[in-house]
């Protein structure tokens, strides 16, 4: 199957820093998978994650997401990509504090070109999904992490994008809602969405993940098919 | 001390952007301020000042020219005279004007030496005369004829022989025989440019025997200088002139200044500008008081995070609140020291033209309470702005302090408010923008302050000098009535008007005479008759009608208001010859030569005939056909009367340098204001967009492009700035009409016309509202623009 996601030769080198933070990084991510991708921190694996969503640009190297060369996008360019193409997902959640829960989710849909009305519906039908319909009008203060969690990962998909980038989607939960976050994003998984997901975990990863990357120093350095992918 | 000083230090240099902000919003509010303030200072009084520096004359008595010098010397040894000067020569001239024509009746003085012991003459430029050929010029004339040091200057004897205008003018004694043949001129080198404290009115110093030559062997008159104690009061005053002229004989005495006469004028004058002035500092101090306060409070709350985290360390409350207070007056401190310099430099120029405009040599340079009020003032509101929520934030715990800087300090109200503009059919950047500007009412409102101020500010500015510009056109009468032909006798009338009438470049042109009369409850005043319609006149009306015919005359607003009148309201006029009863059809802005304290009745010479049967025209008032200049009218009418009647072009007979700088410094000071309210919007969204960092990165990773982002956050400012337009114009056009109405009361207890205020078009008055708007974009671009380019990545990942 041809790879959705094709990383070639990319190194992520920050203002004058000795180590780069990604070294030549070869990789193809495929479509309908969950991949994960460990390491300790400081390894790179958020900052692979940022150049795959177009949140940065590489020092060098090619990065192609669903034929489109994230890599040469200026920024108008990545952020009408990252509305329809991608879907974030952070660790410490991001929502937009002064808009309501149901806001939240809209907005997004909204910079995708839907209509409020369009966008409130498609919110509501999304937060309804996820056991979030109460909560449309609260504001994500009052909620709790989990809650917060199911509405970034509502935000992240409203708009069907072609990848789900998770980073460190459990990090900020307990041990309840960190599951309950993963088999969200598993249900998701199994009705198509690729999901690249950066975990410090590694148990956690074999136990989502179909294939595994390993990052060291910014470098591979190991990719297998976990358990999952059995 | 130690970590506290280390701490504040690397808060100021983070925070280096919005401490250059704050510091520049004080130096512009305080430049203003101090500007505004010194000139208004220079202004009060400055007649007192430069009286005393000079050792001015409390008295300046004009004696018949037939009396003998020893005689007159001999009058400065009276009890209670301290000083003197004289007796020298005075008389009349008329000087040549640069573009051609002349200058008429000026007083010329053979003042021999500028004695600093009495009116020491202030020299501007070069020197005092030494010998005949020499001439001294005063500033104002120097001005009017464009001479400077070195130049010639062509002066002519006088053709009529008068002792000045108005009804308080002493006839001279009839042309003398022989005298109807080419007048004597001098042709003299100006060696120098003076002031004179004590006699203003002093065109130029010239040697004795030049002043003789000048007056054509007619008898002139002598002028003697007196410091006199005591001196404090006109009874003192009075009882002086007595001791002074006891040995001589009552006619003695030809004319007469006192100090206080003169300190009067001059002090009325320089009030005028008290408002203006005292308007544009006020407009200073509050639009910085509404930028400070914003900012101060918004630094305070995005450091309340970090104060959570510093408490949690070990910072006392008072560290934490000394933290807080020392980045704030420290970059507002050397704003207000580096604004209060600026201003006084750029008072100077406009402080010594100022001086000088009232006929006093410069002795002024700054006040120092003025030094002392503008920084205390500045620093005070950046004191009270910061030091409640300083110590509130000194007091907080530290979980109370973190959680507070994590979490939106958003109320119910201020969410009910974004929820309701996330509704609005407008594009989606901007309702996130408009939200995001709604959200905070507290911190919005003192933003609309600021702008109010500099959109009132401005549109103050531009209304003022646009209807003073307008007055000043009304007070020259310089479209209707340019040209002034005064008569050497009456019985030259006939024959002078025949002159006018056959020139080409005559359009219009009416005979005037002049008497004195009396009105009920107004007293004495003069009454100018026109023979003929002279409705075109120029004097604008400001109720009622020019009048039509005998039975009927106008007057300006004082005449009313002292005979207690009312449009269509007779008056009972009396004169030497008779009374008249007239009706007062039309109040009229009137700052006619003829005008004493705002009293002047003008109508029919008919109805002048009547009051005084001895009154006949005596000048007249031209208006040149389109396209024939004022200047180009004179010359013809010179060189058709070959010189034997005086004629002047009224704009000429005074220098418009000081009007254009007082216009420049309201320009200058409207254009500081909105400055200033450009930095306040500036610092304002640079401190929102700070807070709203990481809400702007979100934003951005989900599909924000940078244009729009741009487009937000100009967005939050979209509804102050439009709202200030609407408050901030009819509010500067408030001000701006009571200030001139204090300015036309002050000057010559005249009501000001509504059409010196219909100066703006309609689309000018768009503009203006329109202009909050306009410096609300253009205070909130350079922060949105950062806002723009701000790296996603980096953000999130600090979180």
Redesign the interface.
């Known amino acids: 199957m041809a790879a959705l996601i094709s990383l070639r030769g990319v190194s992520k080198i920050y203002d004058r820093a000795t180590q780069p933070a990604l070294d030549g990084i070869d990789l193809d991510i495929e479509a309908g998978k969950i991949t994960a991708i460990i390491g300790p921190s400081g390894c790179g694996k958020?900052?692979l994650l940022?150049l795959i969503?177009g949140?940065?640009r590489p020092t060098r190297g090619e990065i192609v997401v669903d034929d489109v060369r994230v890599d040469r996008l200026d920024?108008?360019g990545s952020?009408?990509f990252?509305?329809s193409a991608v879907g974030?997902v952070?660790q410490?959640f991001?929502?937009?504090?002064?808009?309501?829960v149901a806001?939240n989710v809209a907005?997004?849909a909204?910079?995708?070109g839907s209509s409020?009305a369009e966008a409130d519906a498609r919110a509501q039908e999304l937060l309804g999904q996820l056991g979030l319909a109460a909560k449309a009008g609260a504001?994500p203060?009052t909620l709790s992490g989990g809650e917060r969690q199911r509405v970034a990962i509502a935000?992240a998909i409203v708009n069907r994008p072609t990848v789900l980038l998770a980073d460190e989607p459990t990090g900020a939960l307990d041990r309840r809602n960190g599951d309950s976050a993963l088999a969200l994003l598993e249900d998701l998984n199994r009705h198509g969405q690729t999901i690249v997901l950066v975990t410090h975990d590694e148990a956690l990863a074999e136990r989502q993940a179909h294939r595994i990357v390993h990052l060291v120093d910014g470098r591979l350095a190991g990719d297998r098919f976990a358990r999952a992918a059995a | 001390m130690g970590a506290v000083a280390t701490k504040t230090r690397a808060d100021l240099r983070r925070r280096r952007l919005q401490s250059v902000a704050l510091a520049l919003v004080l130096f512009l509010a305080t430049a203003a301020a101090t500007l505004s303030l010194n000139i208004l200072v220079a202004s009060h009084e400055p007649f007192e000042r430069a009286f005393a520096a000079a050792n001015g004359a409390h008295l300046v008595i004009a004696y018949d020219g037939t009396i003998d010098d020893a005689r007159l010397a001999a009058t400065a040894h009276a009890a209670g005279v301290t000083a003197s000067a004289g007796p020298y020569p005075i008389g009349e001239a008329d000087f040549e004007h640069l573009k051609g024509g002349r200058v008429f009746g000026q007083s010329i003085s053979g003042r021999p030496q500028a004695d600093a012991s009495i009116d020491a003459i202030t020299m501007i430029a070069g020197r005092w005369w030494q010998r005949p050929g020499e001439v001294v010029l005063d500033r104002s004339i120097a001005a009017v004829l464009e001479k400077q040091v070195g130049d010639r200057v062509t002066v002519y004897s006088t053709p009529q022989a008068s002792g000045g205008k108005g009804p308080d003018a002493v006839p001279g004694p009839p042309e003398a025989p022989g005298t109807t043949g080419p007048r004597p001129t001098l042709s003299a080198t100006v060696v120098g440019i003076a002031g004179s404290v004590s006699t203003p009115d002093v065109a130029a110093w010239l040697s004795p025997s030049d002043v003789t030559l000048l007056m054509a062997g007619r008898p002139t008159a002598k002028e003697m200088l007196y410091r006199v104690e005591p001196a404090a009061t006109q009874a003192d005053l009075v009882a002086a002139k007595a001791r002074i002229t006891a040995a001589l004989d009552p006619r003695a005495v030809t004319g007469q200044t006192t100090w206080l006469d003169l300190r009067t004028s001059v002090n009325k004058t320089a009030d005028l500008y008290v408002p203006v002035l005292l308007a544009f500092s006020i407009f200073a101090l509050l639009a910085a008081a509404f930028a400070i306060a914003n900012v101060i409070s918004g630094i305070v709350l995005s450091s309340y995070r970090d104060i959570g985290v510093m408490k949690a360390v070990g910072f006392t409350p008072r560290q934490v609140s000394t933290m807080l207070l020392v980045q704030i007056l420290a970059p507002a401190t050397l704003g207000t020291a580096l604004g209060v310099a600026a201003g006084l430099v750029a008072s100077q120029p406009t402080v010594v033209s100022t001086t000088e405009a009232f006929g006093l040599p410069p002795a002024f340079a700054f006040s120092p309470l003025v030094l002392l009020v503008v920084p205390l003032a500045a620093l005070g509101v950046a004191s009270v702005a910061a030091l409640g929520p300083a110590i509130r934030a000194g007091r907080l715990s530290p979980v109370e302090a973190m959680t507070r800087g994590t979490m939106p300090a958003v109320g119910g109200l201020a969410r009910r408010l974004r929820g309701l503009g996330f509704r609005l059919p407008v594009a989606l950047p901007v309702r996130l923008g408009l939200t995001a500007g709604i959200a905070h009412p507290a911190r919005s409102g003192m933003t609309l302050g600021a702008l109010v101020v500099g959109v009132a500010a401005a549109t103050f500015a531009i209304g003022t000098n646009l209807s003073l510009l307008r007055i000043k056109t009304d007070i020259d009468r310089g479209a209707t009535a340019p040209v002034r032909v005064e008569l050497p006798s009456p019985d030259r009338a006939a024959d002078v008007a025949t002159t006018i009438a056959g020139l080409s470049g005559t359009a219009r042109f009416v005979g005037l005479g002049q008497g004195t009369v009396s009105v009920p409850l107004a007293g004495s005043m003069p009454f100018v008759g026109y023979d003929g319609d002279a409705s075109w006149i120029g004097f604008p009306i400001i109720h009622g009608r020019w009048f039509a015919g005998p039975g009927e005359a106008v007057a300006p607003t004082n005449v009313f208001r002292q005979a207690g009148k009312q449009i269509g309201d007779t008056i009972q006029v009396q004169g030497d010859s008779g009374a008249v009863t007239l009706t007062l059809v039309g109040e009229i802005f009137d700052t006619g030569d003829e005008s004493r304290d705002g009293l002047v009745l003008r109508g029919s010479l008919a109805d002048l005939r009547r009051l005084d049967a001895t009154a006949a025209v005596d000048r007249f008032e031209i208006q040149p056909v389109a396209g024939t200049s004022a200047r180009d009218y004179r010359t013809a009418f010179s060189e058709a009367t070959q010189d034997a009647i005086a004629v002047s072009v009224i704009s000429d007979l005074s220098s418009d340098a000081d009007f254009l700088l007082f216009l420049s410094v309201v320009a200058f000071l409207g254009v500081v204001l909105v400055a200033i309210s450009i930095g306040g919007v500036f610092n304002t969204v640079l401190l929102e967009t700070r807070q709203r960092w990481r809400e702007l990165a979100i934003l951005k990773a989900i599909g924000l492009t940078p244009l729009q982002v741009l487009v937000q956050v100009v967005s939050s400012v979209l509804v102050v700035g439009l709202l200030a337009g609407f408050i901030g114009v009819p509010l500067g056009l408030l001000i701006e009409r009571g200030v001139i109405a204090y300015m036309g009361e002050t000057a010559a207890h005249l009501a000001i016309p509504e059409s010196a205020f219909d100066v703006l078009l309609p689309v000018a008055y768009v503009g203006l509202a329109l202009s909050g708007l306009a410096i609300a974009v253009v205070g909130a671009f350079l922060p949105a623009r950062r806002a723009a380019s701000l790296r996603v990545a980096p953000v999130l990942q600090a979180e």
């Open positions: 958020s900052t940022n969503g949140l940065d920024e108008t952020a009408r990252r509305r974030y952070f410490f991001h929502l937009l504090d002064d808009l309501s806001g907005v997004a909204q910079l995708a409020p504001y203060a935000r």
